[in-house]
């Protein structure tokens, strides 16, 4: 659907060409090629969305919004089989909005502590076999802990302070951790792909059984990355001469070479067991 509409968008801006010796114009606002690509992609993920709530309607789910009741400075999240998405927003307390079916509730929505836990039986919603994705929404401050536990899905956390980030026993499950300002990332998968970019913190720790670990612009003082059997790539912010570098790979290749530094406070440690490093410093 993406590839049709990105097709007609194209054609669009041809037609436009061949008919006009003039600039091609929407709304008298003159749109070029990136412009038409984005609204021809806006439209795909238009189309997306309706035919997954169409999915959802067929399969009996419906779309539930659940607003925390009082102020909320730790998340815990269990969800199996639909995608997380956490970001901030323009709302005042804690917005959930989940599918779930009319007549038996498979998630579970508490608070108690300043803490709020969200759970879905796998055995109900989350086995459907429609693709949904459960979006978090949260108030601009700083928050204690975020922890997530998920399988078979998608997982994004996007700008948001706060002393920890935590996914812990997923499996099956693609990671993007983006715009976060923390003191640390602790990620433990069985299988998946964990990209952290333009994040900011003390300590980044992934430990991944098997598949890639990709960091982009990210600028922490410590690293801990390990992979099993996969890779870890990317960029990293900062001066290699401020670290003290570790890294090891037992059947693969090493592009980022051990460096102990006596002065160094940062520290680094990569490790794979059967795969690759490519991390590149970019001052």
């Known amino acids: 659907m993406k590839q049709i509409l990105l097709s ?22 003159v749109v070029g090629r990136s412009d038409l690509e984005q609204i021809a992609e806006g439209l ?21 919004t659940y607003t925390a009741e009082t102020d909320v400075d730790k998340i815990k999240i269990e969800e199996h089989n639909a995608s997380v998405r956490i970001e901030t927003g323009n709302v005042d307390r804690v917005q959930v909005s989940y599918m779930d079916y009319a007549d038996s509730r498979g998630y579970k929505l508490s608070q108690g502590n300043n803490t709020l836990r969200i759970t879905n039986d ?10 949904y994705t459960t979006v978090i929404t949260l108030p601009e401050k700083e928050y204690r802990e975020i ?17 920890s980030v935590c996914l812990r026993n997923s499996s099956n499950t693609d990671v993007q951790l983006s715009g976060l300002a923390v003191q640390q990332i602790h ?6 792909m964990v990209t952290v970019s333009d994040s900011t913190g003390y300590k980044l ?10 960091l982009e612009n990210t600028d922490m003082e410590q690293y ?11 960029t990293i912010l900062g001066d290699p001469d401020e670290y003290n570098i570790r890294t090891s790979v037992d059947v693969g290749s090493n592009q980022l070479p051990s460096m102990a530094r006596k002065e160094g406070d940062r520290g680094l440690r990569f490790h794979a067991g059967t795969g690759n490093i490519d991390v590149q410093f970019a001052g």
């Open 147 to 163: 922890e997530i536990e998920a399988d078979n899905s998608s997982v994004v956390v996007m700008d948001v302070e706060a002393d």
């Open 122 to 131: 796998s055995s109900t919603a989350g086995s459907s076999g429609v693709t």
């Open 224 to 234: 801990d990355c390990q992979v099993e059997t996969g890779s870890i790539e990317g």
């Open 187 to 192: 990620t433990s998968l069985i299988s998946g």
């Open 8 to 29: 007609l968008g194209s054609a669009a801006l041809a037609a436009a060409l061949l008919c006009s010796c003039g600039p091609f114009q929407v709304a008298e606002k």
């Open 205 to 214: 720790a992934v430990s991944l059984n098997t598949g890639m670990i990709q």
């Open 44 to 64: 795909a993920k238009q189309a997306e969305d309706s035919a997954n709530i169409s999915e959802a309607e067929k399969a009996g789910l419906v779309r539930w």
